[in-house]
């Protein structure tokens, strides 16, 4: 049996995450509301997160909740090549990966298709995109770096670490050169 996990999460103005109508913890409340941060720190800081950094923890909440209820299940997050951005687990399931074609466009798809035949229920996350080719280091690169969001709505993953290590590669190993690069010569498109 596969449950599909495909609700939206949404952040109030005072933290607090829903998937659909369930509340869910916030990191960033919970270290308010336990003295571990003052208001000024949650103040400045909060102002320079976006949506899609709470979006992006709803999804980590949501994953673990499912894992935390009772039942063996697996936890899938498609990413938009094929394959997942994340796996979780409530224990090991070594003939999950089995019969898998890896690093192709079928692996998300064999493994629900490896659930279902060793009985695991499935939550599915909202699809994302992972980081292994030109294309998708772009869309990481449009996204931290030039504030262009992933989806739609929200805003554009701040992502604080990985931008100032893009923005070190940029100007060290002239990355965006070699990105272009390599698109052009795999007449990858965006």
């Known amino acids: 049996m596969s449950v599909v996990f495909q609700e939206k999460v949404r952040v ?6 829903f998937v659909g109508e369930v509340e869910y913890p916030s990191v960033t409340r919970i270290l308010r509301e336990e003295g571990l941060v003052d208001d000024q720190w949650f103040t400045e800081h909060s102002a320079k997160r976006g949506s899609a950094v709470h979006k992006a923890i709803g999804y980590l909440v949501a994953a673990a909740t499912a894992l935390a209820a009772p039942g063996d299940r ?3 997050g498609p ?24 690093s192709t466009d ?10 279902e035949v060793l009985g695991l229920s499935v939550v599915q996350l909202p699809t994302w995109y992972d980081v292994d080719n030109a294309e998708t280091l772009q869309l990481l690169v449009d996204e931290t770096l030039d504030g262009e969001p992933f989806r739609a709505v929200g805003a554009p993953t701040p992502a604080t670490w990985t931008r100032d290590y893009l923005r070190t590669l940029i100007q060290d190993s ?17």
């Open 12 to 17: 109030t103005e005072d933290h607090r995450y």
């Open 174 to 190: 002239e990355l965006n050169e070699r990105i272009r690069a390599s698109r052009a010569e795999g007449a990858l498109t965006r």
């Open 106 to 115: 079928l692996v998300f798809s064999q493994t629900i298709a490896r659930a």
């Open 74 to 76: 697996i936890v899938l």
């Open 79 to 102: 990413s938009t090549d094929g394959g997942y951005y994340l796996i979780g687990m409530k224990r090991p399931h070594a003939g999950l990966f089995e019969d898998i074609t890896w």
